[in-house]
């Protein structure tokens, strides 16, 4: 299937075969509404609805959802809505002779230049989520924390280990973020200190936006939670591992997350992504039943997305280089087993909700997917490409860039970017 | 100061001197609006507000943020429109000769009897934090968990230790929640199973609800924090002690909690408290400086709160039996510490965030806060008053019942109650 409509380059993260959702708005506009991207343009879904194009879709009171600035309620009403309007899209994309496409004299009539955008967060986060899914990435934090012998905790291969995040921090790409202050205790034998933290770091995720979700009380089947994700985004997981290691026995992560969660602004939904489905790494031992696929769900729960971390130093000009590069498929767990554990208490999980991955590390070293990993916890330089720089952790006005791709025959389904600053530590409020 | 308006008896939890916020509906309303209770009476706000009452409050738009379904609106306007609404409510409920108040030919003009009112969550919350603030609770877990020589973590007595928790499943007193099911592994020589919670428990709780919070990047100092805290209401933080303890290390409490929190409905503000301010325990080591308290903001961070846990056991009739008697005085850390610790590292904080005490023990036996504490993790029966029964954990049909409030000269400051019924657990989704 080709667009003829606008011009997508072959090599372009938006194709026909992607059109990711997303919130954006233009310096002439009132408030924020929905886009879907398309090669160099998005596409203005409100516009496309007045025109008539979603008229076939049942449950869509497409004018008013799209032109909403939160996806919250378009992920509400479930896969077979999401597949429709999809449908309709790549239909007035791909057939010149669209009964719709016909009515559009100019593609600015219904598109705007993508340079021409500010994105928005997609969704109203009401919870966020962040597991801790990479064998890789777990093997390797306890190791460096608990020795080769203990490196993974009794629970780790029995279920996909999480915590409750904070929704409030979340920002969009290119969100610049300072350096956060907090107590951390350099030397053990001494009191701990308040200052700006000295290891600062990044962790390459991904994170699922929920579509339907479920009431309290009513847990989901493996078989529902493969229905009910959205779609999916780049992560920047920053952590300050000082403040971290500091505060988070015996309850977990807290002030050194909650500074700042970085994703980016485009939505890839399950079936842009459904081509790029593989099998997930063996499980063993074998998960409880509630955990495991059963027909008619899929087969295969992993996913191949190609995923790159790159840096721009301090100092180092205009150029990146690159820090990682990984890959989804790695993940033991699955999205649609982190959901389905996540809502078998009970916990009403609701639209728009955003669980992350936890950091993706692959087993060869370049996949290693923190500074944490790469500098093994800071012990020795890791060198920045050709620019004779290093890095152990972040520096004040490093830029880290997460990219990440599937690449189709002679078509590719991208993230686009999400990128992040670090600008120095405000002054102590004391 | 007497209310003249209605009758209140000396024993009432919603005095004059009290005024709390909540949000009600009755059978004949369209949607839920912000009332205040007084006697045996919800004060509509917005019907007060269309007589005037609060036209000399400025930056208030009172008819509109009363008339609206959450307090978020009313808790980001800030202490000074909190403060001159209260002052206009008691010269409204105590001077007969009141001008707003010879306009009204019957009380049911402006109020609905309390009988006669459904009440729901007061706001939207956007995150919701759990803090670990009582020292003899932390002991007694420490102790059970890791010893006496280990009880208490290095950074406890540094810091507010607290996580992230569920916003989703924070309910309202009177919603009856399913026991949850999970994993947990009863024999630590086999692997996990998969079924109903065997220990589930209650926790005896406070939390506050943010006011004005502060924009990402930018720290509160202690004196900011003081201002910026709206209001306190019970809490119940419901915990399968089996399935926290397989799933929490090293990440922190999950499904153990989300199955389910309950709050009061009313939210009883900090000018209403003042009064029972008291000094919080003696800090050592004394803590860092951003967490010292220095003029202007008063010298005592503490509140002297009486708190009651009872049951009313499956089998056992209508009758409620004590379970915890406790003080928010015996918290270590003060709300005022927790929120500026939050915000430290520049997490934003929002109106209508809810950060709760963590278990509230006491020194005492009696005082304890948990049937984990009470029981000493299921190790000997709790009787239950003179009904011959006995709970080690809850059981299914048990209703756990908090109440709390401060004694004044003659009127009390009251929280009403928080409760909430245990129903069997649904049949596993597999």
Redesign the interface.
């Known amino acids: 299937m080709k667009c003829t409509f606008v011009d997508v380059a072959a090599e372009s993260d938006f194709s026909i075969q992607n059109l990711p959702y997303g919130v954006f708005s233009t310096a002439g506009m009132a408030a924020p509404q929905v886009g879907v991207a398309i090669g160099e343009y998005v596409l203005r879904m409100e516009a496309l609805a007045r025109l008539g194009l979603f008229a076939g879709v049942d449950g869509l009171d497409a004018e008013r959802v799209f032109g909403s600035a939160q996806l919250n309620e378009y992920m509400g009403l479930g896969r077979g809505v999401w597949r429709a309007v999809r449908q309709a899209l790549q239909g007035f994309l791909a057939d010149p002779d669209h009964a719709v496409r016909r009515r559009v004299a100019s593609v600015d009539e219904v598109a705007v230049p993508l340079g021409a955008v500010q994105m928005h967060l997609p969704a109203q986060i009401?919870?966020y989520t962040d597991f801790?899914a990479s064998r890789e990435h777990a093997t390797n934090v306890g190791i460096m924390f608990r020795g080769k012998d203990n490196a993974l905790?009794p629970?780790w291969t029995?279920?996909p280990?999480?915590?409750?995040?904070?929704?409030?921090?979340v920002?969009v790409s290119g969100t610049a973020?300072?350096r956060?202050?907090?107590?951390r205790r350099p030397d053990p034998a001494q009191?701990?200190?308040?200052g700006p933290s000295a290891r600062l770091d990044y962790e390459l995720e991904m994170a699922f936006f929920v579509g339907p979700g479920n009431a309290?009380?009513?847990?989901?089947?493996?078989e529902q939670a493969e229905e009910r994700i959205f779609g999916v985004v780049l992560m920047n997981d920053w952590s300050?591992r000082d403040?971290q290691a500091?505060?988070?026995?015996?309850?977990?992560?807290?002030?050194?997350k909650?500074?700042?969660t970085t994703i980016s602004p485009w939505v890839v939904t399950m079936d842009a992504l459904e081509p790029f489905r593989v099998p997930q790494p063996a499980q063993d031992?074998e998960p409880?039943?509630?955990l495991r696929a059963a027909p008619p769900a899929p087969a295969h729960g992993g996913y191949d997305i190609s995923l790159a971390v790159d840096i721009r130093p301090s100092g180092g000009g205009d150029a990146f280089y690159p820090l990682t590069r990984s890959n989804l498929k790695y993940m033991y767990w699955t999205m649609r087993q982190q959901l389905?554990?996540?809502a078998?208490?009970?916990?009403?999980?609701?639209p728009g909700?955003l669980c992350a991955s936890g950091t993706i590390s692959g087993p060869a070293e370049a996949e290693r997917g923190s500074l944490l990993e790469l500098s093994w916890s800071g012990q020795h330089d890791v060198p920045l490409g050709d620019s004779g720089l290093t890095r152990r952790f972040i520096e004040d006005g490093d830029v880290i860039r997460i990219t990440g791709s599937c690449q189709g025959a002679g078509f590719r389904v991208g993230f686009g970017e999400c990128t992040g600053q670090i600008l120095p530590a405000?002054p102590?409020?004391?």
């Not at 956060?180 to 107590?183: D, E, K, N, R, V």
């Not at 500091?246 to 050194?256: H, I, R, S, T």
């Open positions: 009401g919870d801790y905790m629970n029995h279920l280990v999480g915590y409750h995040g904070r929704a409030s921090s920002v973020l300072h956060p202050s907090g107590q009191p701990p200190v308040f309290l009380g009513t847990p989901l089947t493996l300050a403040i500091w505060e988070y026995v015996p309850l977990g992560p807290f002030l050194g909650s500074f700042g031992p409880l039943p509630y389905v554990h996540h078998i208490g009970g916990c009403n999980m609701r909700d405000k102590a409020a004391v």
